[in-house]
């Protein structure tokens, strides 16, 4: 996507010099293929680091919180709906940062496609047409776009950003299937069911904490889990303790969590973080006609209270 990232460069230059912002983050090449990494630009030398491709899937949102200077941030859909909340969480102030948005077609899973080549080395990496052309000493492979997606481009409703003060290319055509077909056919299951696959997934967790440093929505000073006095729960692997964490932070983050999958793409063992995150945030939006990061306006459920808001699990637990 060159024409983009020469847009990218034009647009942070002039930012920089103009002095209209002190910082822009975005991306850089990474040192291997198939890699993007966070990038740092303060300088107008350093702006030809810069770079967009299908590879830029971190959530950059998560390096905004409570800085103090004027900040650019290169920013796709699911990013900017958690710049959203965090504006709206006093973590920054909207005057503050100058979005430039992405229109995004979702980004490259580089596991599955990691694993397609069997731990054949990548020496090179082209973009086209909606291709991915992979060459190395002997071998060249091509893989379409739509078939290595992560689970959370697949189903993200929000490709375009929602807010932006620049935008960098056309707009996409947004999702027009039911993004939460997944979580019905997980509520068609008996309770018994999902508590046991829940189980079985919390269990193969090695609480290294990873999803929680990855998440842009998880800023506490002290986690609950880090806490000693008082000690919420215990520091092991056991399925109870393992169980506890995943539960509280999937409630902390409910009503919140944009589901740009940072947390299962930063999980080292695949637990399916996403799974319960997704099963609150479909309950959200169905029960308060809230959706995380579409609006600055819209005050998140659990920050407000009105007397008409659904209260059957305390009528009826």
């Not at 740092?40 to 905004?64: H, I, M, P, Q």
């Not at 508590?195 to 290294?208: A, G, N, P, S, V």
Request: glycine content about 6%.
């Amino acid at each position: 996507m060159p024409e983009v990232t020469k847009k990218i460069r034009e647009i942070a230059r002039s930012l920089l010099q103009e002095k209209k912002v002190d910082l822009v983050i975005g991306f850089e090449q990474g040192t291997l293929p198939l890699r993007a990494t966070p990038c740092f630009v303060r300088g107008e030398k350093e702006v030809d680091r810069l770079v967009w491709d299908s590879f830029c899937e971190n959530n950059l949102a998560t390096y905004l919180i409570k800085r103090a200077e004027r900040v650019a941030i290169i920013a796709k859909g699911c990013d900017v709906r958690t710049i959203v909340e965090l504006i709206k969480e006093n973590q920054i102030s909207r005057d503050q940062v100058v979005i430039i948005g992405i229109p995004c077609q979702g980004m490259f899973d580089r596991r599955q496609v990691e694993a397609v080549l069997q731990g054949k080395e990548i020496q090179e990496v082209t973009e086209k047409d909606g291709q991915l052309i992979l060459r190395g000493g002997s071998f060249k492979e091509t893989l379409k776009r739509d078939t290595f997606l992560y689970p959370s481009c697949i189903t993200c409703t929000h490709r375009n950003p929602v807010i932006y003060d620049l935008l960098v290319g056309d707009p996409v055509p947004e999702l027009s299937t039911d993004p939460y077909q997944d979580v019905e056919e997980f509520e068609a299951r008996s309770a018994e069911e999902r508590w046991e696959y829940l189980i079985k997934e919390f269990t193969r967790c090695i609480r290294c904490y990873a999803c929680r440093n990855a998440c842009p929505l998880c800023y506490c000073q002290e986690c609950f889990v880090d806490s000693s006095s008082p000690p919420w729960i215990g520091k092991t692997t056991d399925e109870s303790d393992t169980a506890i964490f995943h539960l509280m932070r999937a409630f902390h983050v409910a009503g919140r969590c944009t589901e740009c999958g940072a947390c299962e793409r930063a999980c080292p063992v695949g637990v399916d973080i996403r799974k319960l995150n997704r099963k609150l945030a479909r309950d959200v939006k169905e029960r308060f006609g809230y959706e995380s990061g579409v609006s600055l306006e819209q005050v998140t459920p659990l920050a407000t209270f009105k007397p008409d808001d659904p209260e059957e699990f305390m009528v009826n637990p």
